[in-house]
């Protein structure tokens, strides 16, 4: 099976990317960030902190987590709910980093994650791809873009979705999560030594989109 990492602080443009990937390509595309924030949402409605780590535990025993594509688009099922939509709320975020420095957390997902890898040609985007849950992906792609750029794009898709949150906020969101996603102790955010980076700042999303393919062609 052909497996393509994409990894990245949020809002380096992975999503974007693994999306126009798949569709090329006509290969599945995995968003395992959703799999973390699906995990974090069945803790906020279970009134779980999500600091502490041995009642996280407990709930993530009783989740039933399920992946499932319709029509080629990922859903996620969380004990037979879709919750693909509500996952995407804008607290989300920061709870799934947080869940996600878990290490009983990480091995369900990514247990899951390569199970789904060795059965499909895929794309999957996240954190730790490339360096740990697919160490021999065909391709790794780690995309990076400033801190300010990556805010103003959050904003964009949040005001597109009808959600209203302060350019500051967001952007002290986003350096608050790269320093939890980077820092902690099991697969954190990091680069792959044999990873092609690209800095998606001043790039369209059809210039990255390009490079990509350009790499991409060639494992076909
Ligand atoms: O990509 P995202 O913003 O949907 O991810 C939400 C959080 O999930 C992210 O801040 C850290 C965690 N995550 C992770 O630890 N490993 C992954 N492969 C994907 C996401």
Redesign the pocket.
């Known amino acids: 099976m052909i497996n393509i990492a994409i990894d990245g602080p949020?809002g380096s443009g992975?999503s974007t990317l693994a999306k126009n990937v798949a569709h090329k390509f006509n290969i599945l595309y995995l968003?395992?960030?959703?799999m973390?924030?699906a995990i974090a949402l069945s803790m906020k409605n279970n009134n779980i902190d999500v600091e502490n780590e041995k009642s996280v535990i407990e709930q993530l025993n009783k989740i039933n987590l399920e992946i499932k594509y319709i029509n080629s688009v990922q859903h996620v099922l969380l004990d037979g709910r879709d919750v693909t939509k509500d996952i995407r709320a804008n607290d989300i975020?920061m709870l799934?980093?947080t869940v996600?420095k878990i290490m009983l957390v990480?091995q369900k997902l990514v247990e899951m994650q390569r199970e789904i890898a060795a059965k499909n040609d895929c794309v999957l985007?996240?954190?730790?791809?490339g360096t740990y849950?697919l160490p021999n992906a065909a391709l790794k792609i780690f995309l990076i873009a400033t801190p300010e750029i990556r805010a103003q794009r959050r904003k964009k898709e949040l005001t597109e979705n009808g959600i209203n949150v302060e350019y500051e906020v967001l952007l002290n969101e986003i350096k608050a999560?790269d320093l939890q996603?980077s820092s902690r102790d099991f697969?954190p955010l990091k680069q792959a030594d044999d990873a092609v980076v690209i800095d998606t700042s001043n790039n369209t999303i059809e210039e990255t989109f390009k490079k990509a393919v350009k790499l991409i062609t060639k494992l076909f």
């Open positions: 949020a992975k968003d395992t960030g959703a973390y924030r975020s799934a980093s996600s990480r985007d996240g954190r730790d791809i849950v999560r996603d697969a």
